[in-house]
Every structure is written in structure tokens, then in C-alpha cells.
């Protein structure tokens, strides 16, 4: 018999999103008629088509696939270059940060790569992460053993959490201990907070004085409309030598079903073995890429690189317009009913407190039997989250207005 991956075992109950799919199906199948009228706040997926540039962009694709002539088999594994180019052109160069072509790597997703990015990183790291936190930076972590047991509050042994609260904005401050590796993530999921310049110059300070590695996920940057907000963690000098980067196609141009993502590694960025020798990571991920992954799909990046394009530029606007909308009209009905709300300005997440004595769970099972709409509870966001929940403003706005019209008539 096969031994097993013990760490494992340690994972609290399932992750996040799976279980408030099981609440949700044992909802519907005992209330048949309400389950008709459910609307999906939770998961942060999209609902609006892909824009019609990268239809085109993918239809031209699959005809060249259908010739000898212009046929393509396996692709290169770090993407190819003419995405790469894009991506490092257009996100990077184009607002004066010096980023090459090849330390840009393109993936199936920032949620893959944020979990792969461990397979070259020691075990004996310090690990930080923000809490609330996205749950697949602790999960991942659980994984590759890097954690002791969870205690009572589903805190892990091992990892330094830092906390994100009202009183600091829900930005994480820098810690007065020394973590090798810490997770940022901003405009952040699940609060909606944006880090300011200041702020990520800090942090940029921190690592660089300490050794530090930051693994920096910038997947909602585009929804960041504040000029004073940096979109990227390169945007602070020195960063290029203790940061990696992680952006995604997902919420910007719809692709969450279509997959394409990529990881930004500097080739400046190095690290250390227990010896005490530096090495670059840049030939690590490289290798690590090379072995494990075989790339996305060709008619995918096609796609992708018809965001840059100007009608797609114009299409992604009109996106990120619509989502914002969205969210602009659920955090009003939020203060109209008397919630305190973050988020939702900067980023497509609302972060609500719950109503006194209420707990996150407690605020999930109520708005979904009496209003039929699914939040996240923010408990299962890290126990920092407990008393609050998050609002998605991915949806139709039909959807929306109807779920902004159901919290006002609700009984708060």
C-alpha cells in the first residue's frame, strides 16, 4: 500500500469554495421554488462574454491549425513569444518598468502558480501571510509541509500571520519579525484593500534589509482606478530584486473558463541554500516550468494577446466598467441598510461586517434562506475574517440591481 502525503490530513475540512457549493446544493435540494431565484455572490467568477477581439484573435488561431502550413504542436513552456512580448511591452515598459521578455512566464492560471511557485523554495522558510488571506497561500503551504496543526481557530503552526483589520485599513503592516517568504495580495481578495505607494515601499525596504522573498499577487490590478495606487510591486525600486509577480487574464478579460495567466520571476531575483550559497530563481522556475508543464494551449494565448490590441483594450475597459458598476451599486444598498463596507472602489470585493452577534457563517445561511443570494462567509478567509463576509460583483447587472433591491427589503 502506497504511503500518503500526511500534510494533507492537517487541511481544515474542505477548502472555501467547495463547501459553500455543498451548502448551497443542500439548500436548492430541499427548496426547489427559492433555488430558482438564487443568485451567486460568492465565488469570484465572471459572467460577461469573452470580448469580441479575442473571439476573433481565437477563431483565426484555430484556422491556422487547420492547415499544414500553419500547424503548431507543443509550444514553448514558458509561453509564446509573441504573448510574452505583449504582456512585457504593454503592463511593463509601456509605464517605465525594466522588464525582459523572458522573465515573463505565461501559465494556466495565477492560482496554479501561486501554489507551484513552493516547488522552488526550501522548506525551512519562514512563512507570512495576510489574514485574512486568500485560502490557497495557506492551503498550499499545509500541503508542502511547511505548517504544524491547525489549532481551535484554524490557525496554522508555523506560519506567521499577519493580521488585516479595520484599524489598519485591512493592509497588513510590516511585521517586527523576520519571514522569509511572505504573500501579499493587493487590490486584495477578500477585503478590497489597496496598498499605497508608501506602503509597498515598505515593504520592498523590509525584504530587501531582511533576505526577504515578497510573492506579490496583483491579479485584480486593472480595477485599480486611483492614480496614486501603484499596479504593480515593480513600480518600487528594488523590488525587481526581492518580488515576484503574479497577474492573471481571468477578471480583466473574462478568462476564468479559458485559463491564461503568467508569473513575472526578475532574473535579478535570488535566493539562498542552507549552506548559505545564492542562486538565481529565475533558472529554477525556468526548469521547474520545463519539467512540469507543457503550456497553454496556443489558440489561448492568441486570445490573450488580443487584449492588447486596441479594440480589445477598449472591451476590457468596458469590462472593468461593468463590474465596477456592479460594485458601486451593491455597496450602496450595503450603507443604505446601515453595513459597514470596505472594498469595492479599487476592487470588484465588497467586505461587510456582520450585524452584531452574527457570525460569517451565521450571515451566509441567512442571506441565503431569506434573500437567496450566496456571499463568502469571511471565516473562511483566515480567523481575522470572522464578522465579516464578501460580496462578488462579478454578475449581470440585472442580477445586481435585484440583489441590492432584496438587501434593502431585508430586516436588519
Same mark, same amino acid.
Given at each position: ?41 460568492? =465565488?469570484? $467568477? *465572471? ?8 473571439? @476573433?484573435?481565437?477563431? %483565426?488561431?484555430?484556422?491556422? !491549425? ?111 519579525? =523576520?519571514? $522569509? *517568504? ?8 477578500? @477585503?478590497?484593500?489597496? %496598498?499605497?505607494?508608501?506602503? !509597498? ?114 472591451? *476590457? ?17 450595503? !450603507? ?77
Amino acid at each position: 500500500m502506497a504511503y500518503l502525503n500526511q500534510n494533507y490530513l492537517k487541511l481544515r475540512a474542505g477548502y472555501l469554495f467547495p463547501e459553500i457549493a455543498r451548502r448551497v446544493k443542500t439548500f436548492c435540494d430541499a427548496h426547489p421554488e427559492p433555488a430558482q431565484r438564487l443568485i451567486r455572490c460568492g =465565488i469570484g $467568477d *465572471v459572467t460577461e462574454p469573452l470580448p469580441s477581439a479575442v473571439r @476573433t484573435a481565437m477563431h %483565426a488561431a484555430v484556422d491556422e !491549425l487547420g492547415t499544414r502550413e500553419t500547424f503548431r504542436g507543443y509550444g514553448p513552456e514558458q509561453g509564446y513569444e509573441f504573448l510574452r512580448h505583449a504582456i512585457a511591452e504593454n503592463d511593463y515598459r509601456a509605464r517605465g518598468i525594466a522588464i525582459d521578455n523572458d522573465e515573463i512566464f505565461v501559465s494556466d492560471g495565477s492560482k496554479c502558480d501561486c501554489g507551484s511557485i513552493l516547488d522552488i523554495l526550501g522548506d525551512n522558510n519562514r512563512i507570512a501571510v495576510m489574514d485574512p488571506v486568500y485560502p490557497v497561500y495557506v492551503d498550499t503551504n499545509v500541503m508542502a509541509g511547511h505548517t504544524g496543526e491547525a489549532n481551535a481557530s484554524g490557525a496554522y503552526d508555523g506560519l506567521l500571520y499577519l493580521p488585516c483589520t479595520e484599524a489598519n485599513g485591512f493592509v497588513a503592516d510590516v511585521p517586527t519579525e =523576520i519571514a $522569509d *517568504v511572505i504573500y501579499l495580495c493587493f487590490p486584495n481578495n477578500p @477585503t478590497g484593500s489597496v %496598498a499605497t505607494r508608501a506602503q !509597498l515601499e515598505a515593504w520592498v525596504a523590509y525584504a530587501l534589509k531582511h533576505g526577504s522573498l515578497l510573492l506579490f499577487d496583483a491579479a485584480y490590478e486593472a480595477y485599480i482606478s486611483d492614480p496614486e495606487i501603484p499596479h504593480s510591486i515593480y513600480e518600487i525600486p528594488g523590488a525587481k530584486e526581492c518580488a515576484i509577480e503574479f497577474r492573471s487574464f481571468s477578471k480583466n478579460g473574462g478568462f476564468t473558463g479559458t485559463r491564461c495567466a503568467f508569473t513575472v520571476v526578475p532574473k535579478a531575483l535570488q535566493g539562498r541554500t542552507k549552506s548559505g550559497d545564492t542562486h538565481p530563481l529565475h533558472p529554477l522556475w525556468n526548469r521547474r516550468m520545463s519539467t512540469k508543464f507543457n503550456g497553454v494551449p496556443y489558440i489561448v494565448q492568441r486570445g490573450a494577446e488580443a487584449l492588447y490590441s486596441e479594440q480589445g483594450r477598449t472591451e *476590457v475597459q468596458a469590462l472593468l466598467s461593468h463590474y465596477m458598476g456592479n460594485a458601486a451599486l451593491l455597496r450602496q444598498a450595503a !450603507l443604505d441598510v446601515g453595513l459597514s463596507v470596505w472594498g469595492g472602489i479599487n476592487a470588484p470585493y465588497l467586505w461587510v461586517r456582520t450585524p452584531p452577534q452574527t457570525s460569517s457563517w451565521q450571515m451566509f445561511d441567512r442571506l441565503l434562506h431569506e434573500t437567496n443570494v450566496v456571499i463568502t462567509p469571511g471565516s473562511g478567509f483566515g480567523s481575522a475574517g470572522e464578522g465579516y463576509f464578501r460580496i462578488s460583483a462579478f454578475n449581470s447587472r440585472q442580477a445586481v440591481e435585484e440583489v441590492a433591491s432584496r438587501l434593502r427589503a431585508m430586516a436588519w
